[in-house]
């Protein structure tokens, strides 16, 4: 069927080096892309999100790549701090859909 | 999200007690969902509610129920509380009109730690 997958479950970074978080997608017809932050104890914060007519999209120190043709997602988050430490989903929908389809999240540690 | 807000935040219950989760929000949002989250599974869609009028099923509706009692107000509620239904139950809002229409972003808010005995 179809889902949203993660490459990595865990991802352990120095502070100060660059995060990549990655995701793929399997639904061709989603055209709306979201990434959450899940701190703990906390529920998941948006982040960023693009839509499938982008490639790329920035943030504060975050940056959103799609690569539709092999249905992959990523999240890049520039000089890692500590408070970047969290569980990090990645999440579709499409037009024809009500609801997102959420990733199962990728840990992100951030070692001092 | 402090303009999402969900009460209790834990709560701890017996096999077969009635209990209820409430969610308010302060957004002006139109749509209201309620996710649980497992650890392994991630977030699972239960009821989402697109106005007062609309209440629509999710993945995994049986054995819970749902009330919106105002644009503000989305009720969860556990006819019959079971063991498996000990999860984190998280409550979210989103506006289509903020994205056209076809597309929304979804607002969580801090979720409900829920333990049945």
């Known amino acids: 069927g179809e889902s949203v997958g993660l490459h990595l479950p865990t991802l352990s970074v120095q502070e100060g080096d660059n995060s990549i978080i990655n995701c793929a997608y399997s639904n061709s017809a989603s055209d709306y892309f979201i990434w959450y932050k899940q701190e703990s104890g906390k529920g998941p914060q948006f982040i960023i999100d693009?839509?499938?007519?982008?490639d790329k999209r920035q943030g504060q120190r975050v940056t959103v790549l799609l690569n539709k043709t092999v249905k992959h997602l990523s999240l890049q988050i520039a000089a890692t701090q500590p408070g970047d430490s969290a569980v990090y989903f990645c999440?579709?929908?499409?037009?024809?859909?009500?609801?997102?389809?959420f990733g199962k999240g990728t840990l992100l540690t951030v070692n001092p | 999200d402090a303009d999402v807000t969900q009460t209790p935040r834990n709560r701890i219950t017996k096999t077969g007690k009635r209990i209820m989760l409430e969610c308010s929000q302060t957004k002006g949002h139109d749509r209201m969902y309620w996710y649980r989250q497992d650890p392994g599974l991630g977030l699972r869609l239960i009821y989402y509610s697109f106005d007062v009028k609309d209440i629509n099923k999710g993945e995994i509706s049986d054995g819970y129920s749902v009330s919106r009692q105002a644009q503000a107000k989305f009720s969860l509620s556990l006819e019959s509380a079971i063991p498996n239904q000990t999860a984190l139950y998280f409550c979210?809002?989103?506006?289509?009109?903020?994205?056209?229409?076809?597309?929304?972003?979804?607002?969580f808010g801090p979720g409900t730690r829920l333990t049945v005995l």
């Open positions: 979210a809002t989103s506006d289509h009109r903020l994205a056209g229409g076809s597309t929304d972003t979804q607002y």
């Open positions: 999440a579709e929908n499409n037009w024809s859909n009500y609801k997102l389809t």
């Open positions: 693009i839509r499938s007519n982008m």
